[in-house]
């Protein structure tokens, strides 16, 4: 059963969110928040699989409680998507380098919010595909970059996904690319989020941004 927790501060949209997860035979609603700082006291209290993180609140909002919710060592094992009204909305590239799984648009189809819930459950990571390249260049400007002793310890082959994995490709389209199969091209992706400390794919595309690996409007074609 993966346990949800909702933060929106309109209740209206609690209530449909709430009323998607529930009608889900593998999902449950373990509470709601309204404001960021509810949200944090919610998680901490209900440890929830995964939240579904409205941005723009009043007071603290939800890239406050992201912020304070990936800090959290006894929190390790949430994950959070970003649920906003805009597509490219500024906040969600913060949220992303803050720590959130990824993020979906409030007018999505249900199906792609439920399949978000899933993804982000078993540790991977979804990014509305029509927007994901933008978004990606939008979060490699807040990104401060380090030198690339993290990556030190990945093999030749392991740089080349992960290059690949930060331009924002799936494990599919990295397999067609390096001629690899796709279980191969996971096998790859979890040994390096292992290596590099990595709670999600989308923390892989934030460390090929900080390491220089991939650069903003940069491919390998």
Known sequence: MIRVAIVDDQALIRAGLHALVESEGDMQVVGEAATGEAAVALVRAERPDVVLMD???PGR????????IVADAALAATRIVVVTT??????VGDAI???????????ADPVDLLRAVRVAAEGDALLSPSVTRRLLDRVAQGIRPVDDAPLAELTEREREV????GEGLTNEEIAGRLFLSPLTTKTHVS???GKLGARDRVRLV?????TGLVRPGWSQG
């Not at 805009?86 to 906040?91: Q, S, T, Y």
């Not at 380098?97 to 007018?107: E, H, I, L, P």
């Not at 992960?162 to 994995?165: I, N, R, S």
Request: hydrophobic letters at 55%; aromatic letters at 10%.
């Open 97 to 107: 380098v803050a720590g959130a799984s990824g993020y979906v648009v409030k007018d």
């Open 191 to 193: 040994r390096m989020m």
């Open 61 to 68: 909002d939800g890239l406050w409680a992201t912020r304070q």
């Open 86 to 91: 805009f597509e490219l909305d500024e906040l």
């Open 162 to 165: 992960l290059a690949l994995v």
């Open 206 to 210: 934030v460390l090929a941004y900080e």
């Open 55 to 57: 941005i723009r609140m």
